[in-house]
Each structure stands twice: as C-alpha cells, then as structure tokens.
C-alpha cells in the first residue's frame, strides 16, 4: 500500500521506476519466500542510496543508509542464525514511510 501510494505521488520518472522494482521484489520475496531474490532487494536499496547521491538529498541518503545497514544485520542474521528470510523485506516500509514524509513536508515560509 505504501508503495502504490510512493510511486503515485512521485513526480521524479526514475524514482518511480526504482520504487516499483522496490516494491514487485519485496512482494515476490514474500509470495515465492526464495531467498536468492533478497540479493536483488540488496542492489535495489543501492540504487535508492545512488539516486540520493545523484539528486543531493541527504534525508533521503540518510534513510537510504539506514535501511541498507538494517538490511545487511537482518540478512546476515539469516545466514549466520537462520532468521526468516521475510524480515530482510521490512527495511523497504522506512524507504516508503521516509519517501512519503518528504513528499508531505511542506517548507515554512517567512511573511
């Protein structure tokens, strides 16, 4: 729902883009639980840190970096400890959630 809700609201074509493959590997991780898709996840959350750089927007670098550093620790934890794969998929609501703040912040204007 949050992705749908991203992707409408974007006006940047390649962010859409990048949150709709965001979104169609997330939901074929959950549908199909393989976990060799998770390694796709990994490089979509690339692409969203290298759009950050591109478009100098350091909130969105920093939620970026931060979904990325969870991402490693959940599916490292799934190698080393067996942890379900599925929990490798939550880091993409803070992209969502961090992406529809931004879009709703409205900057302050001085009278």
Known sequence: MGSLAVIVLTKAANLRILHALTACISLAILALNLEWLQYFLGLSLLGHI????RHNDDSYLFLACFASVIFIVLLGGQILWSWPGV?????VTILYLGQLLALNHIPETVP
């Not at 290298?50 to 750089?53: D, G, I, V």
């Not at 929990?87 to 880091?91: C, K, N, R």
């Open 87 to 91: 929990l490798t998929v939550s880091v």
């Open 50 to 53: 290298l759009f950050s750089l």
